[in-house]
């Protein structure tokens, strides 16, 4: 028997969109239930918002200089205001935060060129974000060189500060971690034992005690004279600690890619270096990328914690701006803006990371 | 086709793949008990055998994705040792195609053919996609070069596999049940690209069920079980007159039906 002696043409699929009237019934709407629900909900965002809303923005005060601008019921963002270059540079002297402008500006542009897929000599302005930058960055920002006048990293500070505890961690825990996640896929008894140990030794200890013991601890240990930059000490153990995180996160990645992948590789000749670097990890590295973002997000979150070896990063200098006898009382604003810039810092990394894994997707 | 400076003062005599007492074990599992086979230049070879036998781990023993515990193994004359560098020059000789393609996705097809030229052999990479762009349209699939893997057919996908290999100019080619994934009306497809390349006189070792293959092309059969090699024949008087009682199991089961 023969069913259709002719092909059928291909027919458009039955449209589903509705008006927006008849979206509204069938989801919020559908029954009694549902729309008591619904109307509780919609209460609950009222009794929420509004206030927050009033607070934050139609009752606040935005402009003046001094505690005494701040006459209305609302937020004083007065206080923000009147502080904000000292939550940005922190100590740094205010006749030199020009210096850190700039590499500010520079960071940023060579981020942007690195992130807008269009601009051309990616390659170069990788490797030139990698290894000059960050001397351009020291230089710049530390000083004595070139007649700049030298400011001691004591008096960094603020937003800066915790942005260079956060760019230099990821920066420098990335390549460590997946250097331990390789180590530790070795099938050389010594150097797996050695990733193993020291993976396990930094994620078992918290951060906190890490720091402490990197600025108390220590100096005990070296002989009298020799003293390591604080915030050098603060940075080498953020690095250590995300690093043991990093590296189980690239190993989940390495275990997801197929052996076969790897065979393919090395019949077609390569070399063990090769075949992870062009055909292992960046199949993996794509795959880790909301693992490696989540990590990078924590980790710049955790920088707060260098308040306690006596690093202002920006939480630590809006508390210290908070304890000033002449701005007592708006711990609330103080908090609500900290608690916004990193919102916003977190918040872009974590757009990004989907666009990216979006655009890397090469439909399998 | 073999530009490759020789090594082996007499590498050109001598056997392309040869195996004396080889033995492996996975664990405490025998699962390649004393083989000797002698390959010549030039030769194609089909290894049949129930699964299990050892035929793939037997041809993944010649470019060392399986280590061998006992036995010696040359391959044009260069013995395969523990070396990374002696393994690496023994890879770059043999070429390799897979059950599952194991093509990178992250790549495009024509980069897929080009890696291993600009990265292992230093070519520039005009030249290497050249050459790419020739071994793509023998197996007919040069207009997919800018496509990704995950866009192609399987039967396309096995046939760049081939070009990939034979990019890197193998003086031998192991298949590893190379149909096997395929959906059937795939097979024929990468079948002709392999009938092609015997005519062309690569010495090719094949795993495969396809007795149709073997017969057209196949100098030898051999047919493996539990490790080892049971009979080896030519292919008519291995299909038509097969010794071994196994022998004769194995082929009533695949050609029966």
Known sequence: MIHNREMLPSQPAPRRSIGPFAWLKA??????????????????LYWLLTPTIQWAFIEADWQGASPDDCTSAGACWVFVNARLDQFIYGLYPSEETWRINIVFALFTALIAWLAIPRLPY?????????????????VLMHGGYFGLPRVSTQRWGGLTLTLVLAVVGMVAALPIGVILALGRRSTMPIIR????IFIEFWRGAPLITILFMASVMLPLFMPTGVDIDRLIRALVGITLFQSAYMAEVVRGGLQAIPNGQDEAAAALGMSYWKRMGLIVLPQALKMM??????TFISLFKDTTLVMIIGLFDLLGIVQAALSDSRWLGFDVEGYVFTAFVFWI???SMSRYSQYLERRLHTGH | MNEQATTAANADDALMVEMRGLNKWFGDFHVLREIYLEVERGERIVICGPSGSGKSTLIRCINHLEEFQKGDLSVGGLPMTQDVKRIEQIRRRVGMVFQHFNLFPH????????????WVQKKPRKEAEAQAMNYLERVQIAEQALKYPGQLSGGQQQRVAIARSLCMHPEVMLFDEPTSALDPEMIKEVLDVMVELAHEGMTMLCVTHE??????VADRVIFMDQGQIIEENAPEAFFNDPQSERTQLFLSQILGH
Do not use: D, H, Q
């Open chain 1, 27 to 44: 989801n919020l709407f559908s029954g009694p239930v549902n729309t008591l629900v619904t109307l509780a909900g919609l209460y609950l």
């Open chain 1, 122 to 138: 990616k390659r170069w302005i990788a490797i030139i974000t990698l290894f000059v930058f960050p001397v351009i960055a020291y």
């Open chain 1, 193 to 196: 034992s050695v990733c193993v």
């Open chain 1, 289 to 294: 990328i909301p693992g490696i973002v989540n």
């Open chain 1, 345 to 347: 810092f977190c918040f």
């Open chain 2, 107 to 118: 790549l495009t097809v024509l980069e897929n053919c080009c890696l291993s030229p600009i």
């Open chain 2, 211 to 216: 007795m149709g293959f073997a017969k057209t």
